[in-house]
């Protein structure tokens, strides 16, 4: 494995043998230090002041895992915070988010998919989602595909893939069971793999990979735990410089850049069981596939249901749109268990 000198900001490629050991406690529930609780009080009491957020019980408008995430993003400052909460709260509304998920269609959003991180039902070592992001795939047919979305409709498939994320798989994962339970998973694991990947593509693909960052980056702040660039070519350097920009410091502290052996190291932070072949593990999948749930979730789900879905009190459902909202479409059944 080659090992690539970066930036500060950037991890460079560990040694075959050390370890990829992300602190997944530190500021989450049941692991706040007694300033950042008195933080986080003040952050509650100020944006509810504000309007923003209702703490009305059982059912707050907001729940703390994801306030907390606001909060960790701006260290723990409560002005700062919620200044980024308030507007994120704006976009959802500009954006109409919640009937956007709730409405969208299933079979475009299982299409769109095809072109982002894909879940592959399994999870780390601490209980955090694994998503795969293949490159290559998105190359030749793919790519004209995605390039003849509408701009406006390409960025409303992102949305609705992120809330599905921050609804159903991070939900799901903190429901299951995990090392750190009952600290809630807020975040996922990510691989990028860059194998066959040439400039000319990356750099075709600038713009895609852009929107998708920086949308994630203001609206669902620390929801990255640890990203692993994993068949790393020669050019990475220059492309990391390219891209650096795109993520605040904090994101790009949790890049860790991989050679062509990415195993050793991944195997660290991920169970081989868990961990797809073509990253040195044992497991059955490939980017293309639909993910392969684990047991512990398959005992829950069944199989994996398809469209927009939220999981709430161990249920998959349905998202319920706004009173205000029209279905785009028929909505679809709610997920059986099987």
């Keep these: 494995m080659s090992m690539f000198s970066l930036s500060q900001d950037a991890q460079a490629q560990p040694f075959k043998g050390e370890k990829i050991e992300p602190d997944v406690t530190s500021g989450h529930l049941h692991h706040l230090t007694h300033d950042q609780q008195a933080a986080f009080s003040v952050f509650k009491d100020i944006i509810a002041k504000a309007q923003l957020y209702a703490p009305d019980h059982p059912h707050p408008t907001h729940d703390d895992p994801t306030l907390l995430r606001f909060l960790r993003a701006r260290r723990f400052d409560p002005q700062r915070a919620m200044k980024q909460f308030a507007d994120s709260e704006a976009w959802r509304k500009k954006h109409n988010v919640d009937a956007l998920y709730a409405t969208f269609p299933v079979d475009e959003f299982e299409s769109a998919r095809r072109f982002y991180p894909r879940w592959t039902g399994r999870r780390d070592k601490n209980g955090l989602p694994v998503y795969v992001y293949r490159i290559a795939s998105l190359a030749g047919p793919l790519q004209k595909e995605l390039n003849a979305v509408p701009t406006e409709r390409r960025y409303q498939r992102i949305v609705a893939l992120y809330e599905t994320m921050t609804r159903f798989a991070l939900r799901l994962c903190t429901h299951l069971p995990h090392r750190t339970a009952p600290t809630p998973v807020t975040s996922v694991t990510t691989i990028i793999d860059l194998e066959q990947v040439s400039l000319p593509a990356l750099w075709s693909l600038r713009s895609h990979l852009q929107e998708a960052s920086a949308l994630a980056t203001a609206n669902y702040p620390e929801t990255l735990s640890t990203i692993a660039v994993v068949n790393s070519p020669s050019f990475f350097p220059t492309v990391w410089n390219w891209i650096k920009p795109w993520f605040d410091e904090g994101t790009r502290r949790k890049v860790h850049v991989l050679g062509k052996d990415p195993g050793p190291t991944l195997r660290t932070l ?69």
């Design 270 to 338: 991920i169970d081989p069981k868990d961990l797809p072949k073509p990253y040195g593990g044992e497991l059955d999948w490939k980017f293309e596939d639909e993910p392969a749930l684990d047991d512990a979730a398959k005992a829950v789900l069944g199989e994996m249901p398809k469209g927009p879905v939220v999981f709430e009190d161990g249920e998959v459902r349905r998202p319920t749109p706004p009173p205000s909202s029209e279905p785009a479409v028929d909505p679809a059944p709610a997920p059986n268990k099987s």
